[in-house]
């Protein structure tokens, strides 16, 4: 039972500190370049997101299994999971479709895939160059 509290509050704990800073992160970019800008906040979230990911769940030579479960639920599950997310960009895409807007609705959703792989690939590569 305290195995599954402890695990319950880690996530909250990190799914709260997500959430709220993809909020004021969202509505810093909103408020410096635009409201019709939000659709960038959730692209850098995005990558930003994949490479905290990236680096936080490469196993390379201990350094993983130096975060406690708790921490490791609380930075991926928790903030990660809170601080990134596809049905937003999901969508901001199917907004840009139904505009007729193909040719951005086409660069926002492969861009994000690709800045999403190469997030993943540069935070392992953080990773593997850092002592943790």
Do not use: H
Request: aromatic share 16%.
């Amino acid at each position: 039972m305290i195995n599954a509290i402890r695990t319950a509050l880690a996530i909250s704990y990190g799914a709260t500190a997500g959430a709220l800073a993809r909020y004021y992160f969202t509505e810093f970019i909103k408020n410096s370049l635009g409201k019709d800008y939000g659709f960038l906040a959730t692209f850098m979230i995005n990558f930003t997101g994949c490479i905290l990911i990236g680096f936080l769940l490469t196993p390379n030579i201990g350094k993983v299994e130096r975060l406690s479960p708790e921490k490791r639920l609380l930075l991926v599950t928790g903030f990660c999971g809170a601080f990134t997310t596809f049905s937003g960009y999901s969508l901001e895409t199917t907004i840009f479709i139904e505009q007729q807007n193909f040719q951005l609705a086409f660069n926002y959703w492969f861009g994000s895939i690709v800045v999403g792989i190469l997030g993943v690939i540069l935070g392992i590569k953080l990773s593997r160059s850092q002592d943790i």
